[in-house]
């Protein structure tokens, strides 16, 4: 059981007002300390951002779409690593991934400049 999930049980539970009360107070807490997380980009987050750069370059020079493996063995990084950061880009709208059939491994994304 979490934190929240018990708050929320001690809450409903309509117990003394002096617990409910502690309860919404720590539930006010903890959600008060989720979004300030939420607001501050983590350590890795900023790290990768020139990594993100780097990808963006990649697309002035191609003009086609690129997988995660071409493009991790491009900057010497991990496909893991280039797959997770192409998905991210294409959350935040910078790339558009679409299927492709590849010879002998099926269909795997490719990654493409908006527009």
Known sequence: MTNRELYT??????LSDEITEKAQSLLAQLNARNEK???????????????????????????????APEVGSRLEISTQKASSLLRQMVESGMLTAEDVKVPKK??????????
Not at 106 to 115: D, E, F, Q, T
């Open 9 to 14: 049980a001690i809450i409903n539970a309509n």
């Open 37 to 67: 997380r939420a607001s501050t980009p983590s350590k890795t987050a900023i790290a990768n951002e020139p990594i993100k750069a780097r990808i963006l370059g990649l697309y002035t020079d191609e003009v086609k779409a690129l997988t």
């Open 106 to 115: 099926g269909k795997i994304k490719a990654y493409s400049l908006v527009g």
